[in-house]
């Protein structure tokens, strides 16, 4: 099962291949994701995507995008984004998480070159679907990036480094990075949506009110149902409910606790409502599903606060 671990902000704890190197680079397939899905998150580095097989829906500050084979996508840093599955079909792709630090250590290049796309407030992310200008040349470095992390020669980051300094002076010169307008690093709207997020996957355990979630950021009931349809299109207790469904799909995958001890844990008071609600989200009973995952072990004691997605 792959994971993101998210600091208490809902920033990611990036797992480099060198904690010295912050250079990520990963093929792997959605379906190896608890519910086909990552849980909402943000981060500093920048985040390309590209689509190997199949389709993958991804939302960036509650902009809904569907990649389909072969298109590339570009998250710019801080944004609160997050991938899932396009009808439930499974999709292969390539993650790269490249921190802005290493472009360059020239402050002058990083001024003139990197920083005006990190502040600018109109370029969330850049689609560059297969059939656009760029697509084509895009896929082809994040391509070469990805073989040579499987290849793990010795230097292959300062290669890998290389190309995407590259690939950001073509895309610079076409006018595809250009500035735009410079502002705050998030809207006020975002930054209390990111509260109220991180709020739910810090007490999701717990019983929680409409009114709770609200106060986490420090809003209206009303707005606070605006503003979850509008960046997640859910409701807060919709999103608090799947939150917890995923929670105890890694318990019933990780541990043998009981199913009972499970639903407890993750929230739900009643085993039937947890069951009926798991099915309805699964098509399976979490009997079933642990079943068929064949993933339960014998570790019982795994604490809530060392689950990752």
């Known amino acids: 099962m792959k994971s993101i671990e998210l600091m208490q902000d809902l920033s990611e704890i990036i797992q480099y291949?060198?904690?010295?190197?912050?250079?990520?680079?990963?093929?792997?397939?959605?379906?190896?994701?608890?519910?086909?899905?990552?849980?909402?998150?943000?981060?500093?580095?920048?985040?390309?995507?590209?689509?190997l097989e199949g389709k993958m829906c991804y939302d960036v500050n509650g902009r809904r995008l569907v990649l389909d084979s072969q298109d590339s996508l570009m998250v710019n840093a801080r944004q609160m984004h997050y991938g899932y599955s396009y009808k439930r079909h499974n999709?292969?792709?390539?993650?790269?998480?490249?921190?802005?630090?290493?472009?360059?250590?020239?402050?002058?290049?990083?001024?003139?070159?990197?920083?005006?796309?990190?502040?600018?407030?109109?370029?969330?992310?850049?689609?560059?679907?297969?059939?656009?200008?760029h697509g084509p040349e895009t896929a082809d470095f994040l391509l070469r990036i990805a073989?040579?992390?499987?290849?793990?020669?010795?230097?292959?980051?300062?290669?890998?480094?290389?190309?995407?300094?590259?690939?950001?002076?073509?895309l610079w010169s076409c006018k595809e990075l250009g500035p735009g307008l410079e502002g705050q690093e998030t809207d006020e709207d975002l930054k209390i949506q990111?509260?109220?997020?991180?709020?739910?996957?810090?007490?999701?355990g717990?019983?929680?009110?409409?009114?709770?979630?609200?106060?986490?950021?420090?809003?209206?009931?009303?707005?606070c149902c605006r503003l979850f349809k509008h960046y997640l299109q859910q409701s807060p207790i919709d999103f608090?409910?799947?939150?917890?469904?995923?929670v105890s799909c890694h318990l019933l995958d990780n541990t043998s606790r009981s199913i009972t001890d499970i639903a407890l844990a993750c929230g739900f008071n009643h085993l039937s409502y947890y069951s009926r609600y798991f099915y309805n989200s699964y098509g399976c009973t979490p009997r079933e599903y642990r079943s068929q995952k064949g993933h339960a072990c014998s570790d019982s004691s795994l604490p809530l606060e060392a689950i990752t997605f």
């Open 17 to 51: 291949e060198h904690t010295e190197i912050p250079l990520y680079i990963r093929t792997a397939d959605l379906c190896l994701y608890p519910d086909m899905s990552a849980p909402c998150h943000w981060h500093e580095d920048l985040e390309w995507i590209h689509i």
């Open 91 to 133: 999709c292969r792709f390539i993650c790269i998480l490249f921190h802005p630090s290493l472009f360059c250590q020239n402050q002058a290049l990083m001024q003139k070159y990197v920083t005006p796309v990190l502040k600018n407030c109109s370029l969330e992310y850049l689609h560059l679907p297969s059939v656009h200008a």
């Open 147 to 170: 073989a040579l992390k499987e290849s793990a020669a010795d230097g292959y980051e300062l290669e890998a480094i290389s190309l995407m300094q590259t690939l950001w002076s073509r």
């Open 194 to 204: 990111k509260d109220m997020i991180s709020f739910l996957y810090q007490h999701y």
């Open 206 to 223: 717990e019983k929680i009110t409409l009114d709770e979630i609200a106060a986490s950021g420090n809003v209206s009931r009303s707005k």
């Open 240 to 246: 608090l409910n799947a939150y917890r469904l995923k």
